[in-house]
Every structure is written in structure tokens, then in C-alpha cells.
């Protein structure tokens, strides 16, 4: 076999389990937005996937690990590609020190493809975050979970930017674009919003590029 080959094989296996990830994961969230946290059982969700209890455990610890599932799996290959290749093909920073000109508008662009890739509807989420926010100990791996993606989105910030994941321009970024899908989700979730994601999101970006636009620079020490 050839070293291609090879890899080609490594490769199909690991989108395999990535696509058996993902299903668990998509499970377990709507049957925790349908039931709460302790209204299903690990049977019932492998039920639910078709897979058995030990394949299910092959992938998560636990329940509760599995509706946060892997930061990765949500970002589906071809997306983070063309985000990537987006900052590549994008004209090089006008000064030292920022980053490609079209980060924001990519960037919108692989966040609502992602809310729209999600396998549950706008009032399974709310039924989801209710649940979760019932529970205590969730809370907590929400948080972490958080973190992760926050993570996983550093490295491929990073390789967009052809920087390195912990440069400051990585992090601050980072920091930037998690702080606004954060403040467009909870106003999508709001029981009371009648507007899409990709409106929110996009009106959410406008206000801070003219935030940004107006601030003079800050020069330390000075």
C-alpha cells in the first residue's frame, strides 16, 4: 500500500469518527432539550445513534460529556478550510501588526454556517440552554467547554493568519470574535427575538467595527 493510500485511509477513518462523534453529540443535545438532563438514559441515546454502549463510551466518558461533544466536530473541515484560505487570498495588512482585512466578514460567513449546520431548531436550543442552565454541574462544563473552542479557534486563527496560536494578535482576537457570536447567540435565543442569527451576528459586527473606527490609539506609557 502506498504511503497516500495510507494516509487517505487514516484520513476516511478519522471523518468517520468525527461523523460518529457529531451524531452522539446532536443526539444527546435534543434528547436533553426534550427531556432535561436526567430524563434519558446512555441506553436511549445509543438507541437513538444506533450504536451500542461500549462504541458509545469509546468516544465520551460520560453523558454530560457528550452534549458538549468536541469544539472540532462543529467545525466542519470545508468551512475551516475556506476560512483559512480566505486570509490567504485576502491583501496583506496595510501595517504592521493587524491582521487580513476581511477577518470579520470570513469570519461571519463560518458563524452562521455553523448555527445554521446545528441538527436542532431555535426552540430546541432555548429548551437546551434552560436545561443546562438548571444544572449546576453543567454549568461548570460549559465553561470549560468554552475554553476548548476557544482553543481550537486559536489554531485556526492561527494558521489563517499564518501567526502562531499564542501571539497577541491571536488571543485578542480570539477574545473579539467569541465576545460578539456570544452577545448575537443571546440575543437569538431571547424568547422574544423574531430575527435570524445571520441578521444578529451581522448587525453585531457593523457596531463594533464602528466602535473600533472611532477609538484614537492607545500608546502605552505615553
Excluded at 156 to 163: F, M, Q, T, W, Y
Amino acid at each position: 500500500m502506498t504511503e497516500s493510500a495510507k494516509n487517505d485511509g487514516g484520513g476516511l477513518r478519522e471523518r468517520k469518527r468525527a461523523a460518529t462523534r457529531l451524531a452522539i453529540t446532536d443526539a444527546a443535545r435534543a434528547l436533553t432539550a426534550a427531556h432535561g438532563v436526567n430524563g434519558f438514559t446512555v441506553e436511549q441515546l445509543c438507541e437513538e445513534v444506533g450504536i451500542s454502549r461500549r462504541t458509545f463510551f469509546n468516544y465520551f466518558p460520560g453523558k454530560e460529556d457528550a452534549i458538549f461533544g468536541d469544539p472540532l466536530d462543529h467545525i466542519p473541515e470545508e468551512l475551516a478550510r475556506a476560512f483559512v484560505d480566505g486570509g490567504r487570498k485576502s491583501a496583506p495588512p496595510a501595517e504592521y501588526g493587524a491582521l487580513t482585512p476581511t477577518l470579520l466578514e470570513d469570519f461571519s460567513t463560518l458563524a452562521c454556517a455553523m448555527m445554521e449546520r446545528l441538527a436542532m431548531n431555535r426552540q430546541q436550543t432555548i429548551r437546551l440552554k434552560r436545561a443546562i442552565a438548571a444544572e449546576p454541574r453543567l454549568l461548570a462544563k460549559a465553561t470549560h467547554g468554552t475554553r476548548q473552542t476557544e482553543e481550537a479557534f486559536a489554531q485556526l486563527l492561527a494558521a489563517r493568519e499564518r501567526l502562531l496560536p499564542h501571539d497577541a494578535r491571536i488571543r485578542v482576537a480570539v477574545s473579539l470574535l467569541s465576545a460578539l457570536t456570544q452577545r448575537a447567540g443571546a440575543e437569538f435565543l431571547a424568547e422574544w427575538n423574531t430575527r435570524s442569527y445571520r441578521d444578529i451576528l451581522a448587525e453585531t459586527v457593523q457596531t463594533a467595527r464602528a466602535i473600533l473606527a472611532a477609538e484614537r490609539p492607545v500608546h502605552p506609557g505615553s
